[in-house]
């Protein structure tokens, strides 16, 4: 009877949950044992009671699903294949619906998450809930309550739970898509929720320029300014806050791993980045980013946008949220970067030569934001004609003239094109362009859900005070690093003070570093 009872359950992928004693015991022996070790990496992210709230918040997805199960549960194990099938399309480097929907899985087995499977009201293994993710973070599900949480009921086959999601947003995913086939990419560029969501593009942007730093070969006293001056500028102006409270803490310890004074350097590193294995340490974005995939300025294609659509996006961020006495030094900021860090030879050297065209220092921040604008504009004509010559150009995502019409029609006067050729002369209306730029890399440009979730998720979690803080709008330094700025800053602000006496005599010279 208890054979026939035992394999019922399986087949009906259904176990009930035992005592917590029960979990425990079996949870540690079939871990001794070795037999849930995966011969790879899950897609599926599993999460714990002290990282669950703060990774539902943080991910960039709109929706999430949390698979609770048990490690020693057999109906769990035998459903495992079809749930990272599912999740392989969404999470990960290779995911090929990426930021979409965010598949996680919590071992109700482990006591550590005794509480958060009792706060989703699980009663049996595997349970699959469905909401947004802000929804999770902080929240709690009842049978039979409005949460804004659902349990999946027929999700027994991947085949079946990817019906249930495509059902759910509206899509037609298959489970043999591959990454840039069938994609149903959209105009995201006049869509204001798709434009808030490249913060997250700006973040994997800036995870990527400090790799690159890291990975650059040879180093000189120049190259290790323009990184630090670049640095300053994101503790201050970077649009994400953990991108801002990252740069902070490689400020602090930047002094200590590549000391200013030669004599402190073995001259037998001399050239190299000292401290590289300390460095690599430290995450400038924390820990969660860069993620490895593209939301905003995905392409059509795997060597199309990504990266230099992200660093522009960054670049523009930056030249909005800037004082009028900081813009020529962020602009320096970011001429010196592109001349020093970027990996493109081509583009290094065109970029260069915009900077250099420049004869009279900026003085107000409109002087950035609009130079910049035009800078951009000048290259996406450049690479319009060389990709439309080589047919290397992403279809679904054309180099255009920014802003286009239909997003702001008050920024364009007048219009006109030669024949036979597809060049468009524009006569822009400058004080409307200006507005534009700092509505759309200003204002849209953010956490989607900061607002008007910030305030559920603070009521909620009042329920909840054992759980992790919930994101506010203030940095919280420790007085210790507080200290530590500020030391570092008087260091960095002689140093800056030099340099800026030296700038005024400077003009940038055309060469490689």
């Known amino acids: 009877m208890a054979v026939t009872l035992i394999a019922l ?38 999460l714990t009671m002290d990282d669950f709230n703060t990774t539902l918040w943080a991910t960039p997805a709109s929706w999430a699903i949390v698979e609770f199960f048990a490690n020693w549960c057999p109906a769990c194990r035998n459903y495992k294949p079809h749930y990272e099938q599912v999740a392989r399309l969404f999470n990960g480097r290779d995911a090929v619906h990426p930021g979409t929907v965010f598949m996680s899985k919590v071992d109700c087995a482990l006591q550590v998450n005794t509480k958060l499977c009792d706060r989703f009201s699980v009663s049996h293994y595997p349970l699959l809930l469905w909401g947004p993710t802000s929804k999770f ?10 949460s804004g949480i659902e349990p999946i009921e027929d999700a027994r086959t ?55 730093f890291l990975n650059k070969k040879r180093f000189n006293s120049d190259s290790r300014l323009s990184f630090i001056r670049f640095l300053q500028i994101l503790v201050v102006h970077h649009p994400s806050k953990r991108c801002r409270i990252g740069s902070g803490e490689i400020i602090v310890n930047f ?5 200013s004074y030669p004599w402190l350097v073995d001259t037998k590193q001399a050239g190299r980045l000292p401290g590289k294995d300390a460095f690599r340490n430290l995450h400038i974005c924390g820990k969660e980013v860069p993620r490895g995939y593209w939301i ?44 020093n860090f970027f990996i493109c030879e081509e583009c290094r050297q065109h970029f260069f030569k915009m ?46 003239i920014w ?48 607002d008007a979730a910030q305030q559920q998720i603070t009521l909620e979690k009042q329920s909840y005070p054992g759980d992790d803080t919930a994101p506010s709008g203030a940095v919280s330094v420790p ?5 530590a700025i500020a030391i570092a800053s008087c260091g960095f602000g002689a140093v800056a003070c030099i340099w800026r006496m030296q700038q005024k005599k400077r003009k940038f010279v055309k060469g490689s570093v």
């Open 9 to 46: 359950l399986v087949m009906f992928c259904v176990v009930e949950a035992p005592s917590v004693q029960a979990q425990t015991f079996a949870g540690r022996a079939l871990m001794a044992r070795g037999i849930n070790a995966p011969s790879e990496a899950d897609a599926a992210a599993e």
């Open 137 to 146: 973070a902080f929240g709690s599900w009842e049978p039979k309550v409005d």
């Open 158 to 212: 991947a085949d079946r739970l990817l019906k249930w999601i495509n059902k759910k947003i509206g899509k037609s995913y298959n489970l043999d898509d591959e990454k840039f086939e069938n994609e149903e990419l959209p105009t995201n560029a006049s869509d204001p929720a798709e434009v808030a969501r490249s913060i997250y593009d700006i973040e994997e942007a800036t995870g990527n320029i400090f790799d690159i």
């Open 255 to 259: 002094d200590e791993l590549w000391p």
């Open 296 to 339: 905003f300025c995905r392409g059509s294609k795997n060597d199309t946008r990504g990266f230099s659509c992200g660093l522009w996006l960054l670049f523009h961020s930056l030249s909005v949220r800037i004082e009028d006495g900081e813009s020529m030094t962020t602009f320096t900021a970011i001429c010196d970067f592109v001349h």
């Open 355 to 400: 900077c250099s065209s420049v004869k009279e220092p900026f003085k107000t921040r409109d002087d950035l934001v609009l130079w910049l604008w035009n800078a951009h504009n000048r290259v996406n004509e450049r690479l319009r004609i060389e990709e439309a010559a080589l047919g290397t150009g992403d279809r679904k995502f054309p180099k255009v």
């Open 403 to 450: 802003p286009p019409k239909q997003l702001c029609a008050s920024c364009w006067i007048s219009s006109s094109k030669k024949h036979n050729s597809t060049h468009v002369d524009v006569v822009w209306n400058m004080t409307e362009v200006h507005q534009f730029l700092l509505n759309y890399y200003g204002q849209i440009i953010k956490f989607p859900s900061q």
């Open 479 to 483: 007085i210790g690093a507080a200290v």
